[in-house]
């Protein structure tokens, strides 16, 4: 299980590489299909996709919906770049201006829709299915969204959005290391018996180092290229996304031990399903995505 576990993990790794490097559709398609899976998987964890045939229209409505977003959000940012580039700071506020709307409309949309499916097939679902329908639409297609926009609502989001990663997947296994050395506290018990306190502060100290490293050496050697943020302010985001990257991934344990369940999937061998390894991922880069837009203002 370990080789396992660690051979599809340097697979993940090189795969996101080759992805974020490539961004603009390859990255939009290759996230729309990630977001597919994790919606049916989440779907079939709270009950709302059952083998029910005369209950198929959340689910095709919810696929359908992320289908449509994925294809918003990739033209909205297409429909950016005729920005100045010379102005940086213009070209931020109009790559956003034209994000921050697509983001607000898809929302608002999808909203709208599942309750149109919830009236027009009433009572075939109760209200509990359909929320649970818009909460899977928005916790897994919308939130994984924001390596999209990170990658593509920044003039230097090939490098800004490498922070998501290293302030999920980096703590996860700055905190793994500590917590196997030292870790004695159990931070949550009953939800998580094998993470420790000490594991966490390792985490979280761990990402911020690593971010506020990854600046440093960006900028050191990546033929003169400037983030516009200290070491220091990486840092600090690295500390604040280690802690909600945490919290995504106790949150997605904490579902799956109300609705019973071991793993949300078997598609990645080791790691279970897409919500099982992107679970903190999912969280972080929301956070990312907004603490970049602050720190680059």
Request: charge should be positive; hydrophobic fraction near 55%; aromatic fraction near 16%.
């Amino acid at each position: 299980m370990f080789w396992t576990r660690l051979l599809s993990g340097i697979a993940l790794v090189i795969l996101a590489v080759r992805l974020i490097t490539a961004g603009g559709p390859i990255l939009a398609a290759a996230l729309c299909l990630l977001s597919l899976i994790a919606y049916r998987e989440l779907g079939k964890a709270l009950g709302f996709i059952t083998e029910d045939q005369t209950k198929r229209a959340l689910a095709l409505t919810g696929m359908a919906l992320t289908v449509i977003y994925y294809i918003w959000i990739y033209f909205s940012a297409v429909m950016a770049y005729p920005a100045p580039m010379s102005a940086v700071s213009a070209a931020q506020f109009y790559m956003g201006a034209y994000l921050y709307r697509a983001l607000a409309f898809g929302m608002a949309a999808a909203l709208i829709v599942f309750l149109f499916v919830y009236v027009f097939r009433f009572p075939v679902y109760h209200g509990r299915e359909v929320m649970a329908a818009c909460f899977s639409f928005f916790y897994a297609p919308v939130m994984l969204s924001f390596l999209f926009l990170t990658r593509e609502g920044f003039l230097a989001g090939n490098y800004l959005v490498w922070f998501v990663f290293l302030c999920s997947w980096g703590s996860d296994t700055c905190a793994y290391a500590v917590g196997v050395l030292i870790g004695k506290h159990k931070m949550t018990p009953r939800l998580s018996p094998k993470k420790s306190v000490e594991g966490a502060a390792g985490g979280i100290a761990g990402a911020a180092l690593l971010c506020a490293l990854y600046v440093y050496l960006v900028e050191r050697y990546a033929a003169a290229f400037v983030f516009g943020i200290s070491p220091a302010a990486a840092a600090a985001l690295g500390a604040v996304g280690a802690a909600v990257s945490m919290a995504g991934d106790l949150a997605a344990s904490a579902f799956k031990r109300d609705y019973g369940i071991k793993d949300y999937g078997k598609l990645i061998p080791g790691h279970g399903g897409v919500m099982d390894r992107f679970d903190s991922v999912i969280v972080t880069a929301p956070l990312i995505f907004i603490g970049l837009s602050f720190l680059l203002t």
